[in-house]
């Protein structure tokens, strides 16, 4: 007489989730289904990554749209040199780059007080305010400020602080992306970071 599976043995034997790499290799042979996995997969990282590029959330969309467009074109290619997120974060960067029509326009894209780029994930967090009016404005100023204090960074520091600060990605991950080494990318987080306090000093803003 058989008897039943105990559940342990049920729990162990169960499929894990496929790696982005099966995944990557169903897609190759014409799996629609394993392609959108890993878009599911990577979504919020490459919208992220879109939006430290372009500054808006609506381009971050359009940009994110095209570069699963193009990594599905090109998926071909893919070889597994890096990971296939490291792979896709590097050809979102590039499309979002070539969004980017000028320094000026990005500028004042990420000065704006708008509600499209007043993202909390895309500048340094701020502590929470007292529950004052005067708190508030004061707090309102800042991220102003932060904002367009970012704006006049060089776009090289720039594009390394906002990358490193969304949280989303390791170093690893954004010097692949910038196509830098890792040493010179925390140089510019470190550089860009300076400049900022700085700034932000000489407007009266002491920060710990």
């Not at 890993?38 to 919020?44: A, K, Q, T």
């Not at 500054?55 to 998926?75: C, T």
């Not at 009016?133 to 991220?143: K, N, T």
Request: charged content about 30%.
């Amino acid at each position: 007489m058989r008897t039943a599976p105990s559940i342990d043995s049920v729990t162990a034997t169960a499929p894990a989730d496929p790696t982005d790499l099966s995944l990557v290799r169903r897609a190759q042979a014409g799996d629609l289904d394993a392609f959108g996995a890993l878009v599911e997969r990577n979504r919020r990282a490459v919208y992220r990554a879109a939006l430290a590029a372009v500054g808006s959330a609506a381009e971050a969309d359009d940009v994110a749209q095209e570069a699963f467009v193009a990594a599905f074109q090109k998926l071909g290619s893919f070889r597994g040199e890096a990971s296939f997120k490291t792979w896709l974060l590097t050809i979102t960067w590039n499309r979002a780059i070539d969004r980017r029509k000028s320094v000026a326009r990005w500028m004042r894209r990420i000065a704006a007080p708008s509600n499209e780029t007043d993202d909390p994930d895309v500048v340094e967090r701020l502590p929470a305010a007292a529950p004052s009016h005067e708190a508030e404005l004061i707090a309102s100023d800042l991220r102003q400020q932060i904002r367009a204090s970012i704006a006049t960074l060089p776009r090289k520091l720039r594009d390394a602080l906002l990358l490193a600060a969304s949280g989303e990605y390791s170093y690893d991950e954004i010097a692949r992306m910038l196509d830098i080494p890792i040493g010179t990318l925390k140089w510019r987080v470190s550089e860009a970071r300076r400049v900022l306090k700085e700034k932000l000093a000489a407007q009266g803003y002491e920060r710990g």
